[in-house]
């Protein structure tokens, strides 16, 4: 069974460009849809980060590549399938950032380090709880790493 779901906002300020790096300080406006009461978001500001799933809109459904590849193209770096990246090229084009929340104004949340661009739909957000995320330690191949080295640099 397909799940249907609708937006509940949109990023409405904040980078226009896509790219792959150079995320660092950038500020984003979150704006919730209006249908949704002011009380809504009432305790949020106590928390510092947020869970914020969004669609790659601005993605082509037939970006969408279902097989073994190195993470953009380079060789250097192992074939893996498409469940271990994090890009647009999945199959329903989601995303998950984590970004801080600075300010909680109405409707309007005001974020860094959201790695979505203006225009982009959110479809859910919560706060981020320490105790819901990682439990133990934490490992990873070095490609990750190596591949994100200037994802939150800031541009020159």
Same mark, same amino acid.
């Given at each position: ?5 609708? @937006? ?40 510092? *980060? ?8 601005? !993605?082509? @459904?037939?970006? &969408? ?5 190195? @993470? ?6 192992? !074939? ?7 890009? *647009? ?12 929340? &600075?300010?909680?104004?109405? +409707?309007?949340? *005001?974020?860094?380090?959201?790695? !979505? &661009? &203006? ?5 859910? +957000? ?17 490609? @990750? ?12």
């Amino acid at each position: 069974m397909a799940l249907e779901i609708k @937006p509940i906002g949109e990023v409405v300020a904040g980078r226009t460009d896509v790219a792959d790096d150079y995320w660092g300080g950038v500020e984003s406006v979150i704006q919730l849809d209006e249908e949704f009461p002011l009380d809504a978001v009432q305790g949020l500001e106590e928390f510092s *980060h947020l869970v914020v799933v969004w669609h790659f809109d601005q !993605a082509s @459904p037939d970006d &969408v590549e279902c097989h073994a590849r190195s @993470p953009r193209g380079n060789t250097q770096w192992p !074939a893996t399938g498409t469940f271990a990246h994090r890009n *647009h090229r999945r199959p329903n084009q989601l995303a998950q950032s984590f970004p801080r929340l &600075v300010k909680v104004d109405g +409707l309007s949340l *005001h974020v860094t380090d959201l790695d !979505a &661009v &203006v225009g982009t739909k959110i479809y859910d +957000l919560s706060p981020y709880f320490t105790e819901m995320g990682p439990r133990g330690t934490v490992h990873e191949p070095a490609w @990750p790493g190596e591949m994100l080295t200037d994802y939150w640099a800031e541009r020159a």
